[in-house]
């Protein structure tokens, strides 16, 4: 007879299988192929998707123009796809599947560093829907984040984000602790994480890689950083990304140390 623990942990484990589609966000996209010349939400959705993957460097502007072509011929290559320069169906998959190459990184940005889930975790938080978070987590307010598996722990104070919280950390010493969670430069890993908020512990996932534009100066870091909680999206296209959501499963419970 199974013990508790293990019906517990076989629970979380189909939990985060269900959580994880091949394609998320596949029935936004109603027509295919989607190509130069188009534009609206559907190209909006891509192209945020792109420059998640690390092969747009712009924000979505809902027009397909030459700058989105290049990038998907880009995804194409590096993907072994026809380089046609359109969305077709098999890139399309391509591009929301989990085992997805992302862009090319140059030295200057560092790639995936650090334990996890062969580490156990320091702490765990609790699966609050981000609309919960959202009213409790308002601008201008402070948490405290800690790294799953390093332990270590920084402040950040909330400065944008509709579908998930953008940050940026409270000092100097917060943006040295947040690098040192990503092997001490900015990376383009998104590791678990358990963010503090009023003194309740919530399950979230850290992007390691600044984006966007801010008036808040509370460090020198340019930009803000993405924190994911729980059914947390990208605020363009409200796009569920499958990392984030892996994460946010792991830092919930004792069982993503064993998955």
Request: aromatic share 10%.
């Amino acid at each position: 007879m199974l013990s508790m623990k293990k019906i517990f942990l076989v629970t979380i484990s189909i939990l985060m299988i269900l959580a994880l589609p091949l394609h998320a966000g596949a029935s936004s996209i109603a027509d295919l192929p989607v190509k130069k010349g188009q534009e609206g939400n559907d190209v909006v959705i891509l192209q945020q998707r792109l420059a998640d993957l690390g092969y747009l460097h712009f924000r979505a502007t809902g027009y397909y123009g030459d700058m989105t072509v290049d990038a998907v011929k880009a995804f194409q290559a590096r993907n072994k796809l026809e380089r046609s320069g359109q969305i077709d169906s098999a890139t399309y998959v391509k591009l929301f599947a989990r085992e997805v190459v992302r862009g090319s990184a140059g030295t200057a940005i560092r790639r995936v560093t650090g334990p996890r889930l062969l580490a156990k975790g320091e702490a765990y938080g609790e699966l609050i829907p981000w609309k919960t978070v959202n009213s409790i987590f308002t601008e201008g307010a402070r948490a405290k984040v800690q790294d799953l598996y390093t332990g270590y722990t920084y402040t950040v104070i909330r400065v944008a984000g509709r579908n998930h919280a953008d940050v940026q950390p409270a000092s100097e010493a917060d943006l040295s602790t947040y690098k040192k969670c990503f092997g001490g430069a900015f990376t383009w890993e998104k590791r678990p994480a358990v963010v503090e908020i009023d003194g309740v512990l919530y399950a979230a996932s850290v992007f390691g890689y600044p984006n966007g534009n801010t008036e808040a100066n509370y460090c020198s870091l340019e930009g803000c950083i993405c924190v994911y909680f729980y059914e947390s999206t990208s605020d363009i296209g409200g796009i569920a990304d499958s990392e984030h959501t892996t994460n946010v499963y792991l830092a919930s419970s004792p069982a993503g140390a064993v998955r």
